[in-house]
């Protein structure tokens, strides 16, 4: 090998290793945004809390890894999902100023919620789902960062994840994030049907931030590829459970859903009962609680969303 | 009305094919159990909407099931018994005295509502709404841990 080979060999190896540097940073929110962000309300922000789920994966579990729900203010982590990538343990997030989240700022909440970049600078795993979250408004993260400190303290950090290689190496969800994080909607208005009625539009498109953002729905009802991310040309169509057994039914037309009304939808979230009267059963045992909580309107509006979807 | 009858034979039918099939098969006999609290809760939850009238007899036709569910389920999950056709999670062998303990909890709301009823069933849909409550109340927390889904 000639000495100018080399030469140029080591000058692509290092434009390389600068090109995965750069493509794997982790990126925070714009100033602009960050500087518009004003400080929330509480009493909104706790039915932001319910939207989000929140309490689903970081509220107190007990003895049986289960999280009561007189539980779901206690925000302490310890819940552990294991998938296919290995163990993911919640954190905590309680407004413990050592242990939680108590010490952060409403940017640092932010640029958690909607780019899965910690304070430190530190990518965040896609368990949790701020793939969807990014769909937020900065008024709900704003309220629900408000929410989030009037809850109590919990002392006790939760256990770290246990990752196997190559899924323990934080830096390389920066390529990962490039190909998977979008706040864009995933269903166009058009897809939807655009309804005429202004009415009818608003309750849509309220479900369509619901389901798609907060409600982070997609996170489990949707498929996910070989890396992990969701298989949008799939959205909604139901999918191997991420964590523990069985399958999560599809949600759009041709799956599960069928025989089912919007009020049927509406009324499930409401009391857990499907139109047959089976219960509600495993992890969604825990979202329906969460849904109970919302305005009856917001029921309306993702069960609207839902017999919205197109059919493939 | 005629649906309401039509409900609580539907009722009594599902508990009659529970007992014809308990000697055979577990997963098809808990099943058919499970069926016959489905077709309960179904007619007890038409009933508190107002989609079929409310009658006493149907009222406590819909406990009745309840009750002998609560007192039978939980005999037809042997070891073995996992497998095959079945939404039983693992959870239920892993953790047999947390299952008995929420089947019981059904088994114990049923009876009260059975008590409630009295001879002629709950007098009135509120009565009814009273009684089975608790009773519904029940499926989730074992379906939350021990179905899978």
Redesign the interface.
């Known amino acids: 090998m000639s000495r100018s080979t080399l030469a140029l060999g080591l000058v692509l190896v290092v434009a390389l290793l600068a090109l995965a540097w750069v493509a794997t940073l982790p990126r925070t929110l714009p100033d602009e945004e960050l500087a518009a962000l004003v400080p929330g309300d509480a009493a909104r922000g706790e039915a932001v809390f319910f939207a989000g789920g929140c309490a689903s994966c970081h509220g107190q579990p007990d003895g049986?890894g289960?999280i009561p729900v007189q539980n779901k203010h206690l925000l302490s982590g310890g819940l552990k999902l294991v998938t296919d990538f290995g163990t993911f343990v919640a954190p905590n997030i309680s407004s413990d100023k050592t242990d939680g989240i108590g010490a952060w700022s409403l940017a640092d909440f932010a640029n958690a919620m909607l780019t899965g970049t910690s304070p430190d600078g530190r990518h965040y795993y896609p368990a949790f789902p701020y793939t969807s979250y990014a769909r937020m408004t900065l008024g709900d993260i704003s309220d629900l960062f408000a929410y989030l400190g009037t809850l109590p303290a919990v002392a006790g950090r939760a256990a770290d994840h246990e990752l196997a290689f190559p899924f323990n190496l934080r830096r390389g969800l920066g390529l990962w994030k490039r190909l998977n994080l979008s706040s864009d909607p995933v269903v166009s208005v058009e897809a939807l049907g655009r309804p005429a009625e202004e009415e009818v539009l608003s309750l849509l498109l309220r479900g369509r931030y619901l389901v798609e953002g907060p409600g982070h729905c997609g996170e489990c009802h949707t498929p996910r590829d070989a890396l992990g991310g969701l298989d949008y040309g799939q959205w909604l169509s139901g999918a191997a459970?991420p964590t523990?057994?069985?399958?999560?039914?599809g949600l759009s037309p041709g799956h599960d859903l069928d025989g089912w009304s919007a009020e049927d939808i509406a009324y499930y979230l409401e009391s857990?009962?499907t139109p047959?009267?089976?219960?509600?059963?495993?992890?969604?045992?825990?979202v329906?609680e969460n849904m109970a909580r919302l305005e009856p309107r917001d029921r309306q509006a993702i069960a609207a969303y839902i017999k919205a979807l197109p059919g493939r | 009305m005629v649906r309401t009858i039509a409900a609580s034979t539907l009722a009594l039918a599902l508990l009659g094919a529970v007992a014809a099939q308990a000697a055979g098969d577990p997963v098809a006999t808990r099943k058919a159990i499970m069926q016959s609290v489905a077709g309960a809760a179904g007619l007890s939850g038409a009933m508190m909407k107002g989609e079929v009238a409310y009658s006493p007899a149907a009222g406590k036709a819909a406990i009745s099931s309840f009750n002998a569910a609560g007192h039978t389920f939980g005999d037809y999950f042997p070891e073995g018994s996992q497998a095959g056709d079945t939404t039983a999670a693992a959870k239920i062998w892993e953790d047999r005295a947390g299952f008995e303990a929420a089947v019981a909890k059904l088994a114990d709301a049923a009876g009260a509502a059975m008590q409630a009823s009295g001879k002629d069933g709950p007098a009135d849909v509120e009565a009814f709404k009273a009684a089975v409550g608790p009773v519904l109340g029940t499926c989730r927390d074992c379906h939350q841990v021990y179905r899978t889904r």
């Open positions: 049986k289960v459970a523990g057994e069985g399958k999560i039914p857990g009962f047959d009267y089976d219960s509600v059963g495993g992890e969604m045992v825990s329906q």
